[in-house]
Nanobody, 120 residues
Framework: VQLQASGGGLVQAGGSLRLSCKAS???????????MAWYRQPAGKERELVAR???????TYEDSVKGRFTISRDNGKRTVYLQLNSLKPSDTAVYYC????????????WGQGTLVTVSS
């Protein structure tokens, strides 16, 4: 499976972006059953979980993005989305998607991610 994230860019504080991540070469039945997540990695820092969504569409968010970000998925397109609203400079990072497993590492290789830069 290849993970291809897109939609990042430069935006002013308070602005919005919509990120997409397609799991190419993924079998529909496999993708549909996976818990998926968005992660981000600010420059010089560790990668962190931002939001996750179950195969059934239940979502959970980290406190820092709650109320501002929305994760969704389209299983038919093997794609997971992240709507980013009310962006802050502290949201600046490379954003990645992957599977989510609370007991282990993500299942798939990390893609190249997409860079979000928020200016003040």
């Amino acid at each position: 499976v290849q993970l291809q994230a897109s939609g990042g860019g430069l935006v002013q504080a308070g602005g919005s972006l919509r990120l997409s991540c397609k799991a190419s070469r993924s079998i529909l039945s496999v993708f549909s059953g996976k818990n998926m997540a968005w992660y981000r990695q600010p420059a010089g820092k560790e990668r962190e979980l931002v939001a996750r969504i179950s195969g059934g569409g239940e979502s959970t968010y980290e406190d820092s993005v709650k109320g501002r970000f929305t994760i969704s998925r389209d299983n038919g397109k093997r794609t997971v989305y992240l709507q980013l609203n009310s962006l802050k400079p502290s949201d600046t990072a490379v954003y990645y998607c992957n599977t989510y497993d609370p007991f282990g590492a993500p299942d798939w290789n990390w893609g190249q991610g997409t860079l979000v830069t928020v200016s003040s």
